[in-house]
């Protein structure tokens, strides 16, 4: 014969089953730290968690670009300042030339250090960020300028690219972020011809001026590269611009994850301490109900032992 279970004892083993199920679910949220970890333990909530996670993915990935770019500006912005500082050392320089103090000799040793400071105008022209020439525009794997003496502005011009670059903000503005070198150093007029705020033609012009004892070429090519100083400064203007914009960007994109964290946590993850005082009950529950199993198990037994 097979042994008979009673109802009271099929329901005392089904509330059994149910309780151990209830201490698993419970130590998992407690150790994982999540109510939901799969579709079936809510179902009703699986649609807002995963378009949350499609959220914070997007603004994961803009704040990412926007990391990027924010250093490229920087490096931009210090580059420009030290153009800038060149060219008013130039200025300088070019000031000593046209006065009436130095010798052709004195003069010529001054144009020695016009060349350095071209040399270094052109370096910042060609400044590289992880691999990219930030002022080279759409053709950034190639630097845009090189010294060339045998041309009238001294450089020559490697690339011919426009700058087309924008990057997104959360919102989906497109912030501009970058300007050619050509634009910076090498502005032209609708002819073609180097205008009067073309730093290279202007730098050049002093450093030929100096070479010749030009003393009049000297003061003209001075007025040119105040010129090129007011231009170099309304670029760095364009580039403290895009690094406020950016920076306002990555902060919005900063709060937005911080509150769709928020938002997600409170959909996906668990009250722990709800939890944990919730297992303990479970557990004694579980013991209870194990100490009366084991008690009918000893009283069954005595009957067994009577008869």
Known sequence: ????????????????????????????????????????????????????????????????????????????????????????????????????????????????????????LVSIARTSVGGRYIFSGDQDGQPPYALDSTQPNGVVELVTASATRRILDLNGTEIPVARTAQEIFDARDSGGSPAAENVFAAIQSLLTALQNDDRAGVTSAIGRLHAADDHLNQQLSFYGTAETRVAAAVDLAEKFQTQRQTDLGQIRDADIPEAAIKLNQEQVQLQAALSVESNLLQIKNLFNYIG
């Open 1 to 120: 014969m097979f042994p008979i279970t009673s109802g009271a004892t099929q329901g005392y083993l089904a509330e059994l089953d149910h309780n151990q199920k209830q201490i698993q679910e419970l130590q998992a949220e407690v150790s994982s730290g999540l109510r939901v970890r799969q579709p079936s333990d809510d179902p009703s909530a699986v649609p807002e968690i995963l378009r949350i996670q499609t959220e914070l993915g997007r603004a994961q990935q803009i704040q990412a670009n926007l990391g990027r770019v924010q250093a490229e500006l920087g490096s931009a912005d210090a580059a420009l300042q030290s153009a800038a500082q060149a060219v008013e050392s130039a200025i300088s320089l070019g000031s000593q030339g046209a006065s009436g103090a130095p010798t052709a000799g004195q003069r010529f040793a001054l144009a020695q250090q016009v060349a350095a400071l071209q040399e270094t």
